[in-house]
């Protein structure tokens, strides 16, 4: 096969595509708390029609960061980033988010393995006991991180795979069985929730700042594109759209229909105060708001799914923790030491192992800080406002001068291509 077609086949654009697909789709996305958080309170219209906007504007934004790539020839986020803005030292712009979002995304996966536990276990995540799960999580990570990183890179694309088979056999069951909602209404007696107003500013604020943090798949995305043309990029980022937006708003879609009885279950419990304890809604206080999709399974009654999801979910979650800590490992152990030209240790900590592990301890303990604050704050809050900042300082630039230096850039080609 010609290698022009080969860059810009529909099969190496869909191999890429799936690199999005699979970052978008990990244990946050599962657990179905981001999505409700961002979308399914809003009803079940809205939770149709947003997902697919905001990834479409996600998959336009991409396109520019991976064209612009692709022209200049770069194949890692820092030359991209550097190039692009006015000034190269404003990369670091860049990098503030991409850090921030790694340490939420490992303190989220570590809120959710111990939210998972607690659910499995019957018991409310708070307190001690989330002190406690997270801690328990905590010495996983510690173990896999020294000793299993191999085995978790491993294991991790067919762990994607059955994380998002299971996913979807959830979408599905969730929505066939929506009939039994207003049973179980009558059966725990409890009222329905309402969904949040559907304003303009609320829904459209969601659908950007959802944008705006998934933003963190533009520097996996731009690696894997390296082999790529434009033209490649461009059916990537197409594919990428309609697997992420499509998958997204029948899940947002299923967890709408949920969303009344899981917010009204929640609700209740909290009325309650410490009169819930020993009741039946006792783990309710954090369950339906922690991992929305397990709860779900867990009111249909379907035993054999719970626990599969359940185990799943939690290793996605671990897989996470130990595939990000290990980057922050990769990234930021080489800047305790200093070698000269040759090769020389010239200053800093010589040893390579003490390097890493250090950065490995300093990132676990950001980490398991941030993890207290449970994985819906999480979400909501720390997610929130890093898609804001994103919204600023990767989705604007990429409108302002992404387009502008593409277009030069293309007309700089066709010229030379011409002479």
């Given amino acids: 096969m010609d290698n022009k077609i080969l860059k810009s086949s529909w099969a190496i654009a869909f191999t890429v595509a799936s690199i999005w697909f699979g970052t978008h789709v990990g244990g946050g996305f599962a657990s179905g708390n981001q999505v409700v958080g961002y979308f399914s309170q809003f009803g079940s219209l809205g939770s149709l029609l947003f997902p697919i906007i905001s990834m479409g504007l996600l998959a336009w934004i991409m396109s520019i960061y991976l064209k612009f790539a692709r022209l200049n020839g ?4 820092r030359d991209t980033f550097a190039a692009l803005y006015p000034s190269p030292k404003m990369e670091f712009l860049f990098e503030i988010f991409y850090i921030i979002i790694i340490l939420a995304a490992v303190a989220a996966a570590v809120a959710g393995a111990g939210n998972v536990i607690a659910n499995f276990l019957g018991i409310s995540y ?34 994607s795979v059955a994380i998002m088979i299971i996913t979807a056999l959830i979408v599905i069951f969730g929505i066939a069985k929506a009939g039994m909602i207003n049973n179980l209404l009558t059966e725990y007696g409890v009222k329905a929730a309402e969904f949040h107003p559907q304003t303009a500013f609320s829904i459209f604020r969601a659908t950007l700042v959802y944008c705006g943090f998934q933003c963190v798949s533009i520097p996996p995305m731009i690696a894997a594109a390296n082999e790529m043309n434009v033209k490649g990029t461009n059916r990537a980022c197409f594919l990428g759209w309609l697997m992420n937006g499509i998958f997204l708003s029948i899940s947002a879609f299923m967890l709408a229909k949920w969303y009344p009885l899981l917010q009204g279950l929640q609700d209740h419990a909290l009325s309650l105060g410490d009169a819930v304890k020993g009741t039946a809604f006792e783990h309710f206080t954090t369950a339906t708001s922690g991992i929305p999709n397990q709860t779900v399974l867990t009111l249909m009654g379907i035993k054999w799914l719970t626990f599969i999801f359940s185990i799943l979910l939690f290793c996605a979650f671990v897989s996470t923790c130990v595939t990000l800590i290990y980057t922050m490992v990769q990234r930021f152990s080489p800047k305790l030491a200093k070698f000269d030209e040759n090769g020389k240790h010239v200053g800093g900590i010589k040893n390579e192992t003490l390097r890493r592990v250090i950065v490995a301890v300093v990132a676990i303990a950001l980490c398991f800080s941030i993890s207290l604050l449970g994985l819906k704050s999480i979400t909501t809050k720390v997610y929130g406002y890093m898609g804001y900042y994103s ?25 030379a291509a011409a002479e």
Avoid: C, M, Q, R
């Fill in 74 to 77: 770069f194949d890692n986020y």
């Fill in 126 to 159: 708070v307190g001690a006991a989330k002190t406690l799960l997270n801690l328990l999580v905590i010495a996983i990570l510690v173990l896999l991180s020294i000793f299993g990183v191999k085995l978790v890179a491993a294991a991790s694309t067919v762990l």
């Fill in 391 to 415: 919204l600023i300082f990767v989705v604007l630039p990429g409108l302002i001068w992404g387009l502008s230096k593409n277009k030069k850039l293309e007309a700089e080609k066709k010229a």
